[in-house]
């Protein structure tokens, strides 16, 4: 697997698309319904990417959206939420009639074993046996026989359901921080972050804000996109809007309550991307169009108070193994000393 | 004086009476996070409730646009990720009742919430899976709420096992043994389940509900308890409990929708009133 190696990632999210999505790749997305990657969904829209296969945990806006421009044309996908009412048309039931789309339903724990199973570098894994007995199992669509499988407990010789491991080719997450090497730190619910990002052959990174790599060194246990698995960092205020994002914004019911409003028919969506994807750059376009129509007191509403957990403190007595008179408390001896005692004992090499 | 309640409160109340105290509950959106709410403020304090997000021992005060918001709550005791809700805590036997919705059910208790077949032979797709098979299938008990779902002979897609063919087939297939759903709650009446035959059992009508009114929805002959008796109805505490914490599950889907459509146009109309 490719590492990314280098120090300074960060570009715009249309550079990242741009260097490091190819039309029929296969995706990720690292956020499941809260801090959603959508200034990147909205950029991998724009750039006009086709033919590309998600594997979805559980959406809300990103799947009608992809769908609706066209990006995507196989969906492996566990839960999607479907609002408009029964006499609404979303992109992904008009996707499927029309066969645009081929899906394979999946349960939210079998999707992520599979992303788990990939991250790992394992060919399967084992799942809940109880599965087999739904038409999750009995009924497949275009992955046919590489999902499920029967094995057998080497040790017990029992059946067990295992899921095939799969690593897209790139996964898109947005983060709370991340400095500019790509150790991207997250909080919050985890749902399938982890596993989803970790799977990936590579990750484009959008974090809310930039911060020294000290920072990230002072609190490793919140990094879950590690560098050498980054290829783009994309500094990105608001980068996960409407949906919230812990210590940042609540998410947004009303904006989301037009989108959803928007769903019913195709022509209605459509003007809703029109405006709010196509008909904007990049994030702070669509920002200060939010501002335009919302009034900026709309958006400062969302705003977080804060809530900080307690820090969790590394620290030691951090004592060298030198002190500032050159002295070793553990050897007992200084630098010096240390030479000559080397000397004595005939341990020096001399070419 | 009578107590006067929603049809939603009404099932919030009834689901929040399956969850004992020291319990740990999964629960999703809607209702059943009331309903989680509500047993913890009332005879429940000690319910350790369980979000597949990987959020654990969460204590909202306010319902969740979601099962990974945490919007709802300042903090909470365990923050793990999905993976590990669905192996170290639920493949190990610790989730003693799970909360479920329904877009269809048979008479075993088998639910489908994936597609519905449209009588032109086309499929509406539901929600999709999500965590309710697993969840369905190894929580000691599942507790079934149904809102504008339908009773089906035959479910168009079987999403999430109850009792399969009843009798012990559940158990035969690998589900844990005394495991399935216990309860479905719908907005007319409760059904529980044969303890032998695993057979849905009509046990009480919604205040106000018919018999028959039951009965003509369910494509079988259903069965009925000895006595059927009524839903009982909320107290006033519960009520207000449940309005003080979540009043957009106490109004009810379209009445929250009303309620919304209306403040959205009102924030549009007063920024556009200023630019």
């Known amino acids: 697997m490719e590492a ?21 790749d296969s995706f990720v997305i690292a956020n499941c319904l809260t801090g959603m990657p959508l200034a990147l969904v909205h950029e991998l829209i724009r750039a006009g990417r086709r033919r590309l296969l998600l594997f979805q945990q559980g959406g809300i806006e990103e799947v009608d959206l992809l769908l609706a421009a066209g990006a995507i044309d196989r969906l492996v996908l566990a839960y ?51 599965l087999g007995a739904t038409d999750v199992v009995r009924e497949s669509g275009f992955l046919g026989r590489e999902r499920f499988a029967w094995a057998e407990d080497p040790f017990t010789g029992q059946k067990v359901l295992v899921v095939k491991g799969y690593q897209p080719d790139f996964a898109l997450m947005h983060v709370q921080r991340s400095d500019p090497l790509g150790n991207g730190q997250l909080w919050g619910a985890m749902i399938n972050s982890k596993w989803a990002a970790l799977s990936a052959k590579k990750i ?74 196509y008909g904007v750059r990049d994030r702070r376009e669509y920002l200060d169009h939010y501002v335009d129509v919302f009034g900026s007191e709309t958006l400062e509403r969302l705003r977080s108070k804060p809530f900080p957990s ?30 000559s005692f080397l000397e004595q004992r005939s341990a020096l090499i001399q070419d | 004086m009578a107590v006067k309640f929603t049809l939603d409160e009404l099932i919030v109340c009834r689901a929040a009476r399956e969850i004992r105290d020291r319990e740990i509950v999964v629960i999703g959106q809607g209702l059943p996070m009331a309903a989680g709410i509500l047993a913890r403020k009332t005879h429940a304090p000690n319910a350790l409730i ?20 945490t919007s709802c709550c300042q903090g909470y005791a365990y923050g793990c990720d999905m993976f590990d809700v669905f192996t170290s805590i639920l493949n190990l036997g610790y989730v003693d009742v799970a909360f479920l919705g329904v877009g269809q059910v048979d008479r075993h208790g088998n639910v489908n919430s994936s597609y519905v077949a449209a009588a032109d032979g086309s499929r509406r797709r539901l929600t ?21 779902g339908e009773f089906k002979e035959t479910l168009d897609y079987l999403t999430t096992p109850g009792y399969l063919d009843g009798g012990d087939s559940r158990y035969r297939a690998g589900m844990p043994a005394g495991s399935g759903p216990t309860v479905l709650i719908t907005g007319k009446a409760v059904f529980r389940f044969d303890p032998v035959t695993k057979e849905m059992v009509l046990a009480s009508l919604h205040p106000g509900r018919s018999f028959e009114e039951v009965a003509s929805e369910i494509p079988w002959e259903i069965r009925v308890a000895r006595p059927l008796e009524t839903t009982a109805p909320p107290t006033q505490k519960e009520i207000d409990i449940i ?33």
């Not at chain 1, 007595?317 to 200084?334: H, K, T």
């Not at chain 2, 003080?244 to 924030?267: F, H, K, T």
């Open chain 2, 128 to 148: 999709g899976a999500g965590g309710a098979p697993e969840f369905g299938g190894y929580a000691k008990r599942t507790v079934l709420t149904m809102r504008g």
């Open chain 1, 4 to 24: 990314f190696m280098e120090s300074d990632k960060r570009m715009t999210a249309k550079e990242a698309i741009e260097r490091f999505v190819r039309d029929g």
């Open chain 1, 80 to 130: 999607n939420l479907r609002m408009g009412g029964r006499g609404a048309s979303p992109p992904l039931e008009r996707a499927m009639r029309e066969g645009t789309v081929q899906v394979e339903e999946m349960t939210n724990f079998t999707l992520l074993a599979m992303l788990k199973a990939g991250a790992m570098g394992y060919p399967f894994l084992p799942v809940l046996s109880g």
């Open chain 1, 204 to 277: 484009i990174l959008s974090a809310e804000k930039i911060v020294g790599t000290e920072v990230i060194r002072s609190a490793p246990h919140l990094t879950v996109a590690p560098a050498h698995k980054v290829c783009a960092v994309v500094e990105c205020p608001w980068g996960a809007h409407p949906s919230e994002l812990a210590g940042h914004y609540d998410h947004d019911l009303v904006f989301r309550a037009l989108y959803f409003a928007s769903l019913g028919r195709p022509e209605t969506l459509r003007a809703w991307m029109d405006e709010w994807v």
């Open chain 2, 50 to 69: 369980v979000t597949e997000a990987g959020i654990v021992g969460m204590d909202p005060f306010k319902i969740p646009l979601h099962i990974a918001d």
């Open chain 2, 243 to 275: 309005r003080r914490l979540a009043p957009d599950i106490s109004m009810g889907r379209s009445l929250y929708a009303e309620v919304l459509a209306a403040r959205v146009l009102s924030i549009l109309a007063k920024s556009q009133r200023k630019t």
């Open chain 1, 310 to 339: 307690a820090p969790a403190d590394y620290g030691y007595s951090f004592r060298p193994m030198w002190d500032d008179s050159g002295r070793s408390e553990l050897l007992g001896m200084s630098l010096a000393d240390f030479q």
